[in-house]
């Protein structure tokens, strides 16, 4: 039994979903709540306790199994799933070591350190005379004692032991605090005194809510550093968070924006007004791991750092940090015929122009409602940058104008919207007062450049023609696997596929359409694998998680199994597959509704009833849809094809 089953086996869909849809309620055979992935008031998002999968009937539309839920709540890969489930399941993934346990036990230890450091810190904050102060700037700052308990902030005493006393009383050894990064090393190595004093305590959490390390806030005028953070160490890595995280996440993913500021007080305050979906960086700039973590759970990222010069300075290297960690590799159609594969920034990046001489804070607590307009108002991330790029030109010089057209042709080189390009073109243009075509021209010349694209993709693999697929899977399975099989057979015929399914109004192939957890993982894997420059097996294999070494094994097996393919089928031929897979899984759903209408008639439940009629409607039109364009394309020539190839 694989690793992936044999956590299927241990655990039960409906417990799992459970504790993310309260609303689950059981109706028949089947369990019926409002779906956690978009706003309904009518519960259209099923769970099937003896398939164990789960399926939302409005608008998402989506379903899977308990390792797709996950993925999809969560916001993570196939492997954050595993580790998720596995450790609900009580799965090891791997054979622990001496090593590896002794340095679990660790880990533990030490947030076990930093969770009593906060409890005790945050008790001084409500309780302790020493802390009147922190409470009037609490007071002062307009922050509620329920966002105060929420984040659980605290006070460091002005004592050089306070900290270290009381963990000591607690167990806890002046190494392990100073690995924890409470406490400063003395000169000669050895543990000192605490490394917080009488400052606000800021806990910082990780995405799981665990608390890592803290912020220190300077209370007077003269203690500096003003903030004073951890030291990084083995729990704490600054470049690797971004505070608020850990409860923003869930209105990050439904809101479908994260807002970016700059200070801990930033983001409290925003958090107290409401607006749940706000994070704050740990440093003057976000780093490569802050945005591929923001990247799980949104495409748009909107930047309100401070109005004053270090912050649009900041401002700018987010932007730039952004371009270099953020851009996908997208396939683009040659006038040859061929296809060349080029980056393109795959998310949308806003700024807020905040008033002069006003941070967040003050926004929000003079007027929420100028926040949201403010957000709402955010400029493009193509007209901020061409502000701040050209803002200390002079462009009535030559090398002012040369410095412009250099800083920014990047950027309008990476926009994917031809129209869009167009329209910053001209802007550019007329802002340098220089000749469009000669700009036109460098931006072509710039897209042509290597270091901006890769070579074309000239050669294809041998695609199987006929099946052979294994007769011990479900009809469904086997279609995903034969699907998959072609795509490591002919990457290339990915883009192609899209491009007609896009053409006859059809979403591109998704994650989604692969109800096996194997299957969905190997899509995603393959999507990324085939828009790189030449893939081939031996870039192919590294990138494949253990866990599914094996299922990958035996994709090859079967595509190896096939009689080759002419290359001009192979799309039409995936086209197909995807299209019947997609029909297949409709009438696998309406078979559901119908045993579901027909166990609300027998507990006369007719309110679930109308809920099902309606839910079977909205199957049927998009089964009439699908063989419709199923229909059309066989009309084009497909069903000559079929008599190729046996499935």
Not at 188 to 212: K, M, Q, T
Not at 271 to 287: C, D, E, I, K, S
Not at 321 to 332: H, K, Q, S, Y
Not at 349 to 364: E, F, S, T
Request: aromatic share 8%; net charge negative; with cysteine.
């Amino acid at each position: 039994m694989s690793v992936v089953e044999e956590i299927k086996s241990r655990l039960d869909i409906v417990e799992i979903i459970s504790g993310y849809v309260p609303t689950l309620k059981k109706t028949g055979r089947t369990y019926k709540g409002l779906c956690p992935f978009h706003n309904e008031k009518t519960p259209s998002f099923i769970v099937f306790p003896e398939t164990q999968t789960w399926h939302c009937f409005g608008a998402c539309g989506i379903g899977g199994d308990i390792f797709s839920f996950i993925m999809q709540r969560e916001g993570g890969d196939f492997k954050t799933a595993l580790e998720i489930l596995a450790a609900k399941a009580g799965v090891s993934l791997q054979e622990k070591t001496p090593a590896t346990v002794e340095a679990d036990k660790t880990r533990q230890k030490l947030l076990d350190i930093v969770a009593a450091a906060a409890a005790y810190f945050h008790e001084l904050l409500s309780k302790s005379p020493q802390a009147g102060f922190g409470r009037d700037y609490l007071l002062k700052r307009g922050l509620r004692a329920d966002i105060v308990h929420q984040f659980q902030l605290g006070y460091a005493l002005n004592q050089w032991e306070g900290l270290k006393s009381h963990l000591q009383e607690k167990g806890y050894t002046e190494t392990d605090m100073l690995t924890a990064g409470l406490l400063v090393e003395r000169d000669n190595g050895l543990p000192g005194y605490d490394r917080f004093r009488d400052r606000l305590i800021i806990p910082i959490r990780d995405i799981r809510g665990h608390i890592i390390g803290f912020g220190a806030r300077a209370l007077h005028e003269h203690q500096t550093p003003k903030y004073l953070n951890s030291p990084q160490n083995a729990l704490f890595d600054k470049s690797a968070v971004l505070y608020g995280l850990d409860v923003a996440r869930g209105a990050i993913r439904d809101l479908g924006y994260v807002v970016i500021v700059e200070g801990y007080l930033d983001a409290l305050q925003a958090h107290q007004q409401g607006y749940a979906n706000v994070v704050a960086q740990m440093g003057t700039a976000l780093t490569e791991e802050q945005l591929k973590l923001l990247k799980r759970y949104t495409d748009k990222l909107v930047l309100a750092l401070d109005a004053d010069k270090a912050g649009g300075a900041a401002t700018l290297r987010g932007i730039n940090t952004a371009r270099e960690v953020l851009d996908e590799v997208v396939p683009v159609p040659t006038a040859q015929g061929l296809i060349r594969y080029e980056n393109r920034l795959s998310v949308d990046i806003q700024i807020v122009a905040l008033p002069p001489g006003k941070d967040p804070d003050d926004v929000l607590k003079e007027d929420t409602s100028a926040w949201q307009r403010l957000v709402d108002g955010a400029l493009p991330l193509v007209d901020y940058y061409i502000q701040q790029v050209t803002s200390n030109l002079d462009l009535n010089t030559a090398r002012g104008k040369s410095t412009a057209v250099r800083e920014i042709m990047p950027v309008l080189q990476e926009m994917s919207d031809t129209v869009e390009q167009e329209h910053y073109l001209r802007q550019l243009a007329r802002l340098v007062r220089i000749d469009e075509r000669t700009l036109r021209t460098e931006l072509q010349r710039a897209s042509q450049s290597p270091s901006r694209s890769t070579p074309e993709l000239t050669a294809a693999w041998p695609i199987p023609a006929q099946a052979g697929l294994k007769t011990s899977i479900s009809p469904v399975t086997q279609l995903e696997e034969y699907c998959l099989a072609m795509l490591v057979g002919y990457p290339g015929g990915l883009y192609n596929l899209n491009q007609i399914l896009q053409a006859n109004e059809e979403v591109s192939l998704l994650a989604d359409d692969f109800l096996k957890t194997e299957n969905r993982a190997l899509f995603d894997l393959i999507e990324r694998w085939a828009s790189t420059d030449r893939p081939n097996l031996e870039t192919l294999l590294p990138l494949v998680d253990e866990h599914v070494e094996g299922h990958l094994a035996s994709i090859m097996t079967l595509w190896h199994r096939q009689p080759a393919m002419a290359d001009e089928y192979v799309a039409k031929q995936l086209t197909d597959l995807v299209l019947r897979l997609r029909l297949e899984r409709l009438k696998q759903q309406a078979k559901e509704l119908r045993e579901m209408q027909h166990s609300a008639y027998e507990t006369q439940d007719k309110e679930a009833m109308a809920d099902y009629i309606k839910l079977m409607d909205k199957v049927n039109l998009r089964l009439s849809k699908l063989n419709k364009v199923k229909d059309a394309l066989s009309i084009l020539g497909r069903r000559r094809l079929e008599n190729q190839f046996y499935i």
